[in-house]
């Protein structure tokens, strides 16, 4: 009887299988190696992200999907953010891995090469924080969109859009559009009105909104045009709360940095939105919360906030000036779950960047901070260690 197939299946040998993997995919690490291979060029991301803006830009003009053209946009530049938040939870899981090893060593070479391989697989982590990799296009996308549009179509709308809050902070025109707001968290619902760059960042320098928000920490010069950005973001949400809530300041500190704030941002929401400045109320303070890790500050924070206040299911908008860890709105949320709130969503004014390029002291080998001089308010670059260790400064 003639075989129906003329080609019949032919087993192949392990080492043709593999050849073939090879051929396929190139270098695969195995699961607990480190990839040896060299991170992609500044040059090469930076250019490959604006062609990719002017492809997205130049398949959708003179078509009837022409005027999707910026939300198209706004989604692709936010999913390095979200990439972002997803390497992060990475880094941090890490070091307290790295910190349990530690603790569990007893000599033995098993525990010895585990504690290796975590250490060598933060170091790796740590190097992929450049400009080159999710944390860099993280502000690069946005900032190719936002602040180099003739790039990308010859529209003059696209000269407005922006984060809602940085673009109103520097006091220009802003459109509404999908990328008005950051997303930020999805577990809680978390947005932002813009991005916030740390004083070890050099960003920071010319960025208004974080200007701002450093600003309001002491004064409220900056409230009217930030709450007008807040009033205008809680219009855009495609969800309506009862009450809005600010995170409250430590005990010690008599004034209410939102007051200002929500006073103007009522103006452009709905009246039957109320908000409560005395909704939260602080019961623990947090030495040096800024210095601990991640876990550390949930486990720190944890009880540090409680409410007076029968919210009888309502829904509530809780307002908070930068988002971090998200260990403040966790536990601000427990507390007004435990009186009685319904939904709970957060509004930051910004969502931290994490910084990717760093300045250390030359005189002692501490990160460098932006600083302002007082006499003209010129930026330059001061020692973290100032004023009891090191007092040397930079040109910025």
Known sequence: MLNPDPYPAQDISPTAALLDELALTGYRPMGDEQDPRPLPEADVCRQALADAFDAIGWMLSDTRLEDETSDILWQ??????????????????????????????????????????LT??????????????????SSTAPDIFIAKPERLLADGDLLALG????????????????GSLLPSEEQPLVH??????????????????????????????????IGE???????????????????????????????????KASEYFSDDIGYKLTGLKRV?????????????????????YASDWNWKNNNILLVDDVYTTGSTS???????????????????????????SRRTCSACGR????????????????????PNSCSNTEDF
């Open 76 to 117: 692709f530049t936010n999913i390095f953010h979200r990439k972002v938040d997803r390497v992060g939870r990475v880094l941090d899981d890490n070091e307290q891995a790295q910190r349990r090893s530690m603790m569990e060593q007893n000599g033995s070479e098993v525990r010895s090469v585990e504690l290796e391989r």
């Open 120 to 137: 060598a697989e933060g170091i790796s982590l740590v190097e992929q924080r450049g400009p080159t990799t999710v944390f860099g296009m």
């Open 163 to 178: 984060y809602l809050g940085e673009r109103i902070a520097a006091q220009l025109p802003s459109r509404r559009h999908w």
């Open 192 to 225: 932002s009105i813009g991005r916030y760059f740390t004083r070890s960042d050099p960003r920071c320098a010319d960025h208004p909104l974080t200007n701002a928000i450093l600003s309001l920490k002491n004064q409220d010069d900056w409230a009217p045009l």
């Open 229 to 263: 950005a807040v009033g205008r973001a809680i219009n855009k949400l495609d969800w309506q709360p009862n009450y809005i809530v600010p995170v409250p300041p430590k005990p010690e500190q008599a004034r209410n940095r939102f007051e200002q704030i929500l006073i």
């Open 284 to 304: 623990k303070d947090v030495p040096e919360y800024k210095s601990l890790g991640p876990l550390e500050r949930r486990e720190a924070i944890s009880g540090a």
């Open 330 to 356: 966790e536990d601000c949320i427990r507390a007004l779950k435990a009186s009685g709130a319904g939904e709970v969503r957060v509004l930051v004014l910004g969502k931290d960047q994490r910084v990717f």
């Open 367 to 386: 990160s460098m901070r932006v600083r302002e001089r007082k006499s003209d308010h010129k930026k330059f670059w001061g020692c973290s260690g100032y």
